[in-house]
């Protein structure tokens, strides 16, 4: 399996400051063939499911501000939140589906400091 | 716009089977694209289930996959899972979600909003 590790498991940051927040997989997600990276950024907010944000690693999702951004290369992905927003407060979960069984990195907690 | 609704008991018994049925909406779903399901303990993180392709075709996560079957009834435009044996750790929210891939396993990009449940005697 492929193990993805997320990191912190939670910060605070200022409202209108940026939030960054780290994945690291344990094998590479990057496809030769293509270039693509398999690695997609959730965003879940309590009692809702979670809503997609990125996917290929930077391709932002339709309707998802352009504050929320994705950048990295095989086995290490950042996702970046520019500005943060009251609304952003939320747990950040990274997927990588280079390979079954997909699997989640453990979750990074955004609070307002 | 695609709607996803989770349907099924939220109280099992130890040793029993889990089922629940997805409805989806808004979208034929034997069109293409595949269906997943993932899970999510109480304050845990997201677990893979298994997803199924708009053909059948099933793929499991080999930490269940002894006890989970998943399935799709195209004309009623749902898909089932179906875990047996069921214990303590397998009380969880239990979400479906619509992969936009037609030939691999990807991410997802429409969810329900999940169900409870509960296994206990």
């Known amino acids: 399996d492929i193990v993805m590790t997320q990191s912190p498991d939670s910060l605070a940051v200022s409202l209108g400051e940026r939030a960054t927040i780290n994945c690291k997989s344990s094998?590479?997600?990057?496809?030769?063939?293509?270039?693509?990276?398999?690695l997609a950024w959730y965003q879940q907010k309590p009692g809702q499911p979670p809503k997609l944000l990125i996917y290929?690693?930077?391709t932002r999702e339709s309707g998802v501000p352009d504050r929320f951004s994705g950048s990295g290369s095989g086995t290490d992905f950042t996702l970046s939140i520019s500005s943060l927003q009251a609304e952003d407060v939320a747990v950040y979960y990274c997927?990588?589906?280079?390979?079954?069984?997909?699997?989640f990195g453990g979750g990074t907690k955004v609070d307002i400091k | 716009q695609v709607q996803l609704q989770e349907s099924g008991p939220g109280l099992v018994k130890p040793s029993e089977t889990l089922s629940l049925t997805c409805t989806v909406s808004?979208?034929?779903?034997?069109?293409?694209?595949?269906w997943g399901w993932i899970r999510q303990p109480p304050g845990k993180g997201l677990e893979w289930i298994g997803s199924i392709s708009h053909s059948g075709s099933p793929d499991y996560n080999p930490s269940l996959k002894s006890r989970v079957t998943i399935s799709v009834d195209t004309s009623k435009s749902q898909f089932s899972l179906k875990l047996r044996s069921v214990t303590a750790a397998d009380t969880a929210v239990y979400y479906c979600?619509?992969?936009?891939?037609?030939?691999?396993?990807?991410?997802?990009?429409?969810w329900g909003q999940g169900t409870l449940v509960t296994v206990s005697s």
């Open positions: 997927q990588q589906y280079y390979g079954t069984p997909l699997t």
């Open positions: 979600a619509r992969d936009p891939s037609s030939n691999s396993w990807y991410y997802f990009d429409y």
């Open positions: 094998q590479s997600v990057l496809y030769s063939s293509n270039n693509k990276n398999y």
């Open positions: 290929w690693a930077s």
């Open positions: 808004g979208y034929s779903i034997n069109s293409a694209y595949h």
